[in-house]
């Protein structure tokens, strides 16, 4: 293992990619030439100095403290789709790092081969095989927000990286040439082969010659570890190489003075991740290879192709992400409990919501995708529940106790999409507290794309009496106290109330402190968003049918696919998929569209 160690530090310090620790008051930086000016001489340079990074070709982008994104001030919806034709520059050009799906992905496809088709999904990481990155903590999962390597994640990389690399090795031997031969020759075809599904794009000759010499033909590694161990190092080094770990945006130049376009394997990659959230597929790769992936035309045909199939579950994430589904795991509720003395078979399971919510994503996207997508979003009444939701739903007669969950229309004026959905109001609320601001809170700055100004918590007084009076007369009495909480209020309480039909598991009711629940309300000053509702359920048909949210899903959808938010340059690409969407509703072209234009393909240096 001592030689392992050395001959990974040897590696480090190659032309694979070399790294330089300062421990100065905290200060770390790593410096990453592409295996020696691999893919085209491109370098870049990731500094971790207080949360800030700097990325390739000289642009600084500051990611927050701690190293999650700046925060971003909701984007209104002012006129973000209006098409400026004022000169300005395309994003910067990024090196960003791998997320901990897309690392799982991306060695899971190395250890199955790259998938045939879009048909073929990729297979979970096998659980022995760990993770060594932290997730960048923004808004949304796909964002580049962290542009750099943690200390914490570089220890942990390294054990991480051997144990792949030895199951890549076991994986790829029985169906090449390694299973017999164990030359030098075949090293090179074995490491090509699987180092550019890796790389996610082919290995220069450089590189090639790097992981074959230094490591597959190395005497000592043999010696110590046996031919299988020495390919395993090579495959570990590959896995530990910034061209792994990072997707680099760096295009080649244009005749337009400091743009450049993303080169094929620059945009296959930034498609695949962006929809099926692994490497690139066989006809995807080819398309690269073949120099069929360089017009509008073509990567829109690609994108179809991968949005019309089961592989493009990311595609479907946004859906999840967007309305925070999966956050409903981390807040713990009394209904968690089991009682003493209580029947535990069919008990109330929050992490069940999880999947059902999925089942819902994937139906609704399935039925609509290409039609009515966003309307359906706020309007859908199917749900998807088991044993232990079945009660939250109002269904009765579901499956029994270990039965799979099952789909059903929610009784009558209950639900009316996910923003009534059990995971987010269960998310949005506490332990026992339906928190309606918090809900009021989300449908404005996430909904609406309308801004809440923000109020010191220590400067907020509690609540009254929770014994007696209902949350709208407990909200009324702190409004009255309270004069100078009236201006958030005015938008928040009359949203949120809306949600109050919901208690904090998101069990629909009628009745709250042993008095009716009046959930009825009006937005203003919202475009063709504003309106009066009776409860949650008119209030999410209102929003189905407004084009100001429907414009706000979009601008949203765009911070999912690009991993940043949107600025003026994007105005047009945003009118363009805008465009693609309204004559039918199709998420798809929508989708196809965003991939397909100068934000994605271009940027600046």
Known sequence: MRHLLTTFCVALLSGACTSSVERAGGTR????????DAAGGTQSTNSAVGGASVSSGGSISTPGTGGAPAVVPPLTIDNPFACSTSAEAPPPRRVWRLNPA?????????????????????????????????????????????????????????????DSAQALVARVKPGSCWATDNSAACAATVLADRGAILFRRPLTQEEKDHYVTKFATDAAAVAELGADGALALAFQSMLLAPQFLFRPEIGATTPTAGVAVLTPFETATSMAYALTGGPPDQPLWDAATNGTLGTPDQIKQQAQRLLSAPSSVNARNFVMEYFELPSIQAVPKAADMILPGEVATCHYNRMQLIPQAQALVDSVYASNGSNGFVRSLFTTTDTFFDCSTAAVFGQTGGPQ??????KAAAPAGQRSGFLTHPALMGALAKRDDTLPVRRG?????????RGVPAVPIEGVPPLGDTTTLTMRERLAVHAQANTSCKPCHANLDEAGLAFEIYDTIGTYRTVDKGKPIDGSGTLVDVGDASGKFKDAVELSALLGGSKRVEQCVMVNGFQYFSGRSATAFDSCSLKKAQDAYVPAGSYLEFVAELLASDSFLKRSY
Do not use: H
């Open 102 to 162: 897309q690392y799982a992905a991306s060695v899971s496809a190395a250890l199955n081969g790259r998938p045939a088709d879009a048909s073929v999904l990729i297979p979970a990481l096998p659980p022995e095989l760990k993770v060594p990155l932290q997730p960048a903590g923004g808004k949304y999962s796909t964002e580049s927000g962290v542009l750099s390597i943690g200390e914490s994640e570089f220890r942990a990389a390294l054990p991480a990286a051997w």
């Open 441 to 449: 809170k989300f449908v404005n700055t996430e909904i609406l794309c």
């Open 401 to 406: 106790e270990g039965q799979p969950y099952m």
């Open 29 to 36: 930086s790593n410096t990453a030439s592409n295996g020696g």
